[in-house]
């Protein structure tokens, strides 16, 4: 805590204190705490040498006195029974007002302050955050939203009780830690013997003076789990699970320590083109605050949506109405990239341990206390041990007294020894199998028991007591003995009692992270005045060149060979005769530049292809060799590769014989940008012409399905689906019967119900099986795509209508399975659904394929079918004299 101490501390104004290093404080322990010196202030400030009155025991005892009450007292859980002070108290509180019924909570806020010395809001405030939390308390009126962020009502208008699963974890008055009320009146609980690691299962945040904590919480169910596989000496993970339920990215949890992180997101799916929907939120925020960072972020043009509704009750439904013509893909990314739709929690784990802050993981939170509820199982198992061996002996000797009718020694003893020694001299000869000695105290009781129950007295019954009792001393030794296994049933039992309905909520996810230059809206004009140099979003006098937003880079190249990327802003200065410039993609590996410069004023020139990725903003490149004088004669922009012929026109100047050539960029290899290039002539350039328009010289793209994040990749993640030239795209079809056909882009969402998702075949048929809802018969059809671009449904549009099987294989084979009808079984039927329908179109109905009963449809393998080979045109490169370039394996030219 030094450091935090001394950053607390005031700087002193110069001009009227000092800082006297050479003094020595009288206080001990002082420079412990502040270090950087003694603060002082002035009584005279004309005469400042005079008077100087020290503060240092103002800064040593009352600011850390404060400092360590907020700490302890305050802001973070003890790591005991997982409580803060003022939780603590009000559930002893509520355990003191107990009697089954409903309390009104301003009545249990009243109780609290007997415990609690600060006000009734603070109280009221903890309580309601207890009661939301649903575990511990069971409530009744209105508690509030977590939903909606709506607040409780009034104290004096909900009520509560202590639910069941608190009256058996948390209370257990025997074996309970008790320390006096700050006034000194009553008994309070130091710690609560919880059985449970509540600390876990609710979470806890607070801020103290140095230092937090922020402890999430995790599922009841997972916890039980983990502490069963500790008292097993098994291997266990914890993660966070949250009532907004919501999705997770918990890859860098880090156990909860300092300096994790906990991505989190709201749960948003297309609920028609025009329509999204959000049906769960990310923990830490609520519909309210949701809703305003997304109009705050339409305001701010970063996405574009025409109304928000918000129709949340007992679930979260929050429907964005978009704008025709608007991607919801691309808005769905824009609202996790610039809204609070996904949100980054930080966890830090700090709990009070013996009077002392300690930063643990949540591993070891939940090793702590599932050892304490151990130790309090035994504590208690102990007890009743004891009260059982109590209970017997009395019993015991109940029945000699009895039996034995040794009352009747004392009808003519007179004073109260001789009744004593009467009684003892009569147990005497009967107490050999007894456990410990007789008391004083065993006597005075036998002395009180009535005449009537004496009179009543069944010799059979008592012996069936005491064997009761003995066989309940036996299971509790037993229990000792085996205590892990008795713990393991403990754990075992509150699962199976309370876990119903208490499953995971919120679902763990990989995210795949967003580029908010990808999916920003582009609301803004971008302008360029090449002559002069200037780029920027306010010269709407000078020649547009593109939409961007205020989070886009500009790459800007200009007539010296100089290269430069900045961001947008109202008015940049670049450099003057600006020949390209483009909004800038860091991750674009396809764009490439093909350039010919003249290298200085009169030197040769060179021709050189290459991309641009890794770069260092408003840094001047040089694409030239460097010489004075250079200057760019050619340059072209080409966003998959491509690469043109031009042809080179020298200026006449002496005996030169070949004034004129073709040059063919595909000769050449893509380098990088610092590369000089290779020379296109040593004479100088008259003019250049492009000769023929160039075709990609990049190899289709790969194209990777990763499962896990729900997305289309080309890092080699997941399943493959195919190299992908421009015109190629992917066939997509749901469960409810949608298909559509669209280009594969990698920031393309795809819903939970997708079937099926590969590379699309124009000419390959489409088979499905369906139910029709409104002619209640099973229907077979064969298709093929009729539309791009646009989501179809290819079944019957009845409710009750539903897919049974979809394949795209060539000839596809299916088993139908026949339920038993009446103890009949009808036999299976194989279907070869090539030749049992014809391909027909989009919109057909199909074929009637049974009108029986199925109960199951069953996929068998494809007959065979040999796929034609797709004819790829050859790529060529000619040379000048019309011979062939070889070609390396992956399509690129061989230089000499």
């Known amino acids: 805590m030094d450091e935090d101490e001394e950053n607390i501390i005031p700087n002193e104004d110069e001009s ?12 001990e322990g002082f420079d412990d705490i502040v270090t950087s010196g003694e603060h002082h202030f002035y009584d005279n400030p004309e005469d400042s040498h005079d008077t100087i009155t020290k503060v240092t025991g103002m800064y040593k005892d009352w600011f850390l006195d404060y400092a360590s009450y907020v700490i302890l007292e305050r802001a973070v859980p003890a790591i005991e029974d997982g409580f803060k002070p003022v939780q603590r108290r009000i559930m002893h509180s509520l355990k003191e007002l107990d009697d089954g019924r409903y309390n009104k909570v301003a009545n249990v806020v009243g109780h609290t302050m007997q415990y609690h010395p600060h ?51 948390i209370y257990s008055p025997k074996i309970t830690d008790w320390g006096m009320s700050y006034d000194g009146r009553r008994a309070e609980p130091n710690n609560l013997p919880v059985k449970f690691p509540l600390l876990l299962a609710q979470g806890a945040e607070g801020i103290a003076v140095g230092l937090s904590t922020k402890v999430l919480p995790h599922n009841f169910n997972e916890l039980i789990d983990a502490s069963i596989k500790i008292l097993k000496g098994k291997p266990f993970t914890l993660y ?63 996405i574009k949506i ?34 609070a739709c996904e949100t980054s929690v930080a966890p830090l784990g700090c709990v009070i341990e013996d009077n002392k802050p300690l930063f643990i993981g949540v591993s070891d939170m939940l090793k702590i206390s599932t050892n304490r509820t151990v130790g309090l199982l035994k504590s208690e198992l102990e007890i009743q041990l004891s009260e059982l061996e109590e209970q017997w002996h009395f019993l015991s000797l109940e029945r000699i007294f009895i039996e034995n009718k040794i009352y009747r020694d004392i009808e003519e003893k007179t004073t109260r020894e001789d009744v004593l020694q009467a009684v003892d001299d009569g147990l005497k000869p009967h107490i050999k199998h007894l456990r410990r000695a007789i008391t004083e105290e065993d006597i005075l009781r036998l002395l009180d028991i009535r005449i009537m129950r004496i009179s009543k007295f069944d ?16 299971q509790v030794k037993h229990d000792l003995e085996h205590l892990i296994d008795f713990a393991i049933a403990y754990f075992t039992k509150l699962k199976e009692k309370y876990g119903k309905g208490r499953e995971r909520q919120t679902e763990l996810r990989v995210f795949d992270d967003i580029e908010a230059t990808k999916v920003v809206l582009r609301n803004t004009k971008l302008y360029v005045n090449r002559e002069e140099g200037f780029v920027g979003t306010s010269l709407k006098k000078d020649e547009y060149v593109t939409d961007c937003s205020d989070i886009d880079d500009v790459i800007v190249f200009l007539r010296d060979g100089s290269m430069m990327v900045t961001k947008v802003d109202a008015k940049t200065f670049v450099g003057k005769d600006i020949i390209h410039i483009a909004i800038f993609d860091k991750s674009d590996k396809r764009t490439t530049y093909n350039m010919i410069y003249r290298d200085g004023k009169s030197g040769p020139s060179y021709i050189k292809r290459f991309n641009v990725s890794a770069i260092t903003r408003d840094k001047l ?27 080179v026109i020298l200026r006449q100047i002496g005996s030169i014989k070949k004034l004129k050539f073709d040059i063919d960029f595909a000769k050449m290899a893509i380098k990088g940008r610092s590369s000089k290039g290779n020379l296109a002539s040593k004479y100088p350039i008259k003019k250049i012409e492009i000769k023929e328009k160039g075709i990609s010289t990049l190899l289709p793209r790969k194209v990777w399905y990763d499962d896990t994040v729900q997305r289309l990749n080309v890092d080699e993640r997941g399943e493959l689906l195919g190299e ?11 469960q409810s019967g949608k298909l559509k056909v669209i280009t594969p882009e990698l920031s393309t969402h795809f819903d939970s119900d997708m079937v099926v998702l590969e590379k699309w075949v124009p000419k390959k048929p489409i088979s499905a099986i369906y139910y029709d809802g409104e002619k209640e018969r099973y229907y077979i059809k064969r298709f093929l795509v009729e539309t791009e671009n646009k989501e179809e449904v290819f079944i019957s549009e009845h409710p009750n209508s539903q897919l049974e099987i979809v394949s795209t294989d060539y000839r596809p084979v299916v088993e139908l399975v026949f339920p038993k009808i009446k103890g009949v079984q009808k036999e299976s039927i194989t279907v070869d659904i090539e030749d049992f329908i014809a391909v027909k179109g989009f919109k057909a109905l199909g ?16 007959l065979p079918y040999e796929v034609p080979e797709e004819i790829v045109p050859e790529r060529r490169i000619i040379n000048d004299d019309g011979s062939d370039v070889p070609l390396d394996e992956d399509g690129q030219p061989i230089l000499f």
């Open 621 to 647: 490149y040089d694409l030239t060799n460097g010489t004075k004088g250079s200057q760019i004669l050619y340059f072209t922009c080409n966003p998959n590769g491509e690469a043109e012929v031009i042809t």
């Open 459 to 474: 010799s059979n019954k008592a012996q069936d007591k005491i064997e009761a009792l003995e066989g309940n001393i036996e």
């Open 306 to 339: 025409k109304k928000i509704e918000d129709n949340t009750a007992a679930d979260v439904e929050i429907l964005i109405h978009l704008f025709p013509g608007v991607s919801p893909d691309k808005t769905i990314d824009a609202l996790f990239a610039f809204t």
């Open 724 to 734: 992908f030239r421009p015109s190629d795209k992917i066939l997509i079809i749901q």
């Open 847 to 862: 074929n009637q394929l049974t009108t029986d009963k199925i109960k199951q449809v069953n996929m068998l393998e494809p």
């Open 119 to 169: 006000g009734d809001q603070s109280i009221g405030d903890a309580m309601v955050q207890i009661g939301q939390k649903e575990l511990l308390i069971d409530c009744q009126g209105n508690w509030g939203n977590i939903l909606t962020g709506d607040g409780a009502a009034a104290s004096r208008y909900i009520e509560a009780r202590l639910s069941k699963f608190a009256l058996e974890v």
């Open 240 to 302: 966070p699970d949250f009532m907004t339920q919501g999705i997770a990215d918990i890859s860098n949890y880090n156990n909860g320590l300092r300096g994790g992180r906990v991505r989190v997101r709201a749960k948003i799916a297309q609920l028609d083109k025009n329509t999204l929907v959000i049906t769960q939120i990310p923990f830490s925020t609520n519909t309210t605050t949701l809703i305003d960072s997304i109009l705050k972020a339409n305001d701010k043009g970063k």
């Open 16 to 27: 009227q204190n000092e800082i006297n290093d050479s003094s020595e404080s009288n206080d």
